[in-house]
């Protein structure tokens, strides 16, 4: 094992997750993780762009090789709950897509 149990990516910056409050969500993710005993456990970082621009914010969990979309700070908090605490992935808002980049066309990319 690692230095840590598991590792969360929060993307914040990017074409897209910058602008859909990224740094939000890591925040409450980070504040989460604290109020659960898990700092120094579980880390918590800003990322940057995982090349799914249209998709998020997105928030990838390791070595679980979960990944997440459309992450808001509310989600990040439910994340943090029951699958950084309980152990269960969040199923309703896992992200599964083929391997490389699976950016929206720009025109389909949220403003």
């Known amino acids: 094992m690692g230095q840590f149990q598991r590792h969360v990516f929060v993307c914040t910056t990017g ?4 602008a859909q409050d990224g740094l939000k969500t890591w925040e409450a993710m980070r504040d ?3 109020a659960a005993g ?5 880390r918590v ?9 249209g998709h998020g914010p997105m928030v990838a969990v390791y070595p ?3 990944w997440y979309h459309a992450v808001d700070a509310a989600k ?3 994340i943090v709950a029951e699958h950084i ?14 391997p490389g980049e699976n950016k929206l066309p720009k025109e389909q990319r949220p403003a």
Do not use: F, W
Not at 15 to 18: H, I, R
Not at 45 to 53: E, F
């Open 15 to 18: 074409k897209t997750c910058a």
């Open 32 to 34: 989460a993780t604290h």
């Open 38 to 42: 898990l700092k120094g456990v579980v």
């Open 45 to 53: 970082n800003q990322a940057g762009c995982m090349s799914q621009c």
């Open 64 to 66: 679980d090789d979960v």
């Open 76 to 78: 990040g908090e439910l």
């Open 85 to 98: 605490v309980g152990g269960t992935p969040v199923e309703a808002l896992r992200y599964i897509a083929p």
